[in-house]
């Protein structure tokens, strides 16, 4: 029997959202091939930069991500995605005059990208409509641009199902810290012992909810396992529809 929860706050990327990577474009950058959000903005790059390669300022983002995401380790800023581009693009010599500018546009570019690319499995989409009579629900996601995060929401019909929707880029922070589980318990106007959540990620979303108190379910899809030292959480999950007969049986 599982505990009587009255809310339930969803991850939404690798949670409640998938992506079909086979549906963005491939690009050979540094001899690797890969696929990219970025490969088909070359347009709009050669607009605002003339004269870089597509190549050359992909390198540039993926060495800026992992020098925001080696910071955010510690402090769990989030930074939005314009701010990710204006230092690729500082870094590839885009003129100051448009710097910003073009960090915008290219920026909504690659979120547009990003929205075409996601998918609601039909069998979450089931368990929102089971849970929705029964449980307040709420969505606490890490993104850096919570336009698209309403985008891709709206487009695949989630919001009718959400009593609150909590993204790091607009709060300013992200998960693991505690403030986004906190303000999604806000937004269910529920106390945290009487609310579940669920998410794809431990050292983000497992880590997030044990330190704001609330318990939670970890969907570990690969069955990678725990990782080492790291206390279980009240559910592990190889599927989010096996939430259902944990929060729906006896109901």
């Known amino acids: 029997m599982g505990r009587p929860y009255r809310g339930v706050l969803f991850d939404l990327f690798g949670t409640l959202i998938s992506f079909d990577l086979t549906s ?26 003339p004269g ?16 925001m995401a080696r910071v955010r380790v510690y402090d769990h ?26 960090a915008v546009h290219l920026s909504r570019a690659h979120m547009a990208r990003i929205a075409d690319a996601t998918a609601l499995p039909a069998a979450h989409l089931g368990l929102l409509n089971a849970l929705r009579p029964h449980y307040r629900i709420g969505l606490v996601s890490n993104f850096d ?9 709206l487009r695949h019909g989630i919001t009718p199902f959400l009593d609150t ?19 999604g318990l806000r937004g269910l106007d529920l106390p945290a012992t009487d609310v579940l959540f669920v998410g794809d990620t431990f050292r983000e979303d497992m880590v997030g909810a044990r330190a704001a108190g609330v318990d939670a379910a970890w969907l570990d899809t690969r069955g990678q396992g725990l990782p080492d030292g790291e206390p279980a959480p009240r559910y592990v999950l190889r599927a989010l529809p096996e939430l259902g007969p944990i929060l729906l049986d006896g109901r």
């Open 24 to 49: 963005l474009p491939e690009l050979e950058v540094g001899g690797t091939r890969m696929r990219t959000t970025i490969a088909d903005l070359g347009g709009a790059l050669a607009e605002w930069a």
């Open 52 to 67: 870089v390669a597509v190549p050359d300022f992909v390198q540039a983002i993926l060495t800026v991500s992992d020098e």
């Open 77 to 102: 800023v989030e930074l939005p995605s314009r701010e990710r581009f204006r230092r690729a693009l500082e870094r590839v010599g885009c003129e100051d005059a448009v710097l910003c500018e073009a």
């Open 145 to 153: 641009d919570t336009a698209t995060a309403y985008d891709i929401l």
């Open 165 to 183: 929707v909590v993204i790091s880029e607009a709060l300013g922070l992200r998960k693991p810290h505690p403030a986004l589980l906190r303000a």
